[in-house]
């Protein structure tokens, strides 16, 4: 299992230009989420979706859009870039099952955004 | 208040040093917790979860004292393997699906 990937890696983006963030996960999760992580202020949670075909707002989603595009992808786009949104964002998903196991978040790898 | 504060570190020990990380919560209808570690430029991974007696895997303890609302890790006999930033995190209660996360403790360990 490649467990939770996403692209691109590294990007470069002028203010004003878009560009789509790319996860999937292989692990038969039923939620998948987005975070920023910025120097000092920990990770925030962009977006995120219980479930296969509903997504909510998280603590910082201004700027941003999601698509749970089926079970294993989960897009995050940013329409109009700003420097603002310059970060690590990374994706995560979980099987809510409880238990001992039950919860646990995987994340991916990150991708690495500047906004100039 | 944040919901969940940690030690703002950095901690800078030798290694075979014990060290203690503390964290605090503020919502009381929190039901779940954990420690995630975050090496340098890579994603958060579970170290273990808080259970209520409390749990050790290794040289790591966790406590959780509820009516206190806090959470600490012990790192017994520390390795340079150990540095990393640990991640409080606490889940609410109600079936939420979303966690919370500490903004995070930075260790390193010295030879």
């Known amino acids: 299992n490649a467990g939770v990937t996403q692209t691109p890696k590294f990007q470069v983006l002028k203010t004003g230009q878009s560009m789509t963030l790319q996860c999937a996960q292989d692990?038969?999760?039923?939620?998948m989420y987005w975070y920023r992580q910025d120097p000092g202020m920990g990770l925030r949670l962009i977006y995120y979706?219980?479930?296969?075909?509903t997504t909510d707002k998280g603590e910082v989603p201004n700027g941003y859009n999601v698509s749970r595009l089926n079970k294993r992808e989960f897009s995050l786009r940013l329409e109009s870039a700003a420097p603002s949104q310059t970060s690590v964002y990374f994706c995560a998903s979980t099987f809510w099952g409880g238990g001992r196991s039950g919860y646990e978040q995987y994340f991916g790898p990150g991708t690495r955004l500047t906004v100039t | 208040r944040k919901e969940v504060e940690q030690d703002p570190g950095p901690f800078n020990v030798p290694e075979g040093a014990t060290v203690a990380f503390n964290c605090t919560y503020s919502n009381s209808a929190s039901q779940s917790f954990f420690w995630y570690r975050q090496d340098c430029r890579k994603e958060p991974k579970l170290l273990m979860s808080v259970y209520s007696s409390g749990n050790e895997d290794g040289r790591f303890t966790a406590q959780l004292n509820r009516a206190s609302q806090y959470i600490s890790l012990l790192i017994r006999d520390s390795k340079l393997s150990d540095s990393a930033t640990y991640l409080c995190?606490?889940?609410?209660?109600?079936?939420?699906?979303?966690?919370?996360f500490g903004k995070g403790t930075k260790l390193t360990v010295n030879p």
């Open positions: 979706s219980a479930s296969e075909g």
């Open positions: 995190v606490v889940r609410r209660q109600g079936g939420s699906e979303k966690l919370v």
């Open positions: 692990m038969n999760h039923n939620s």
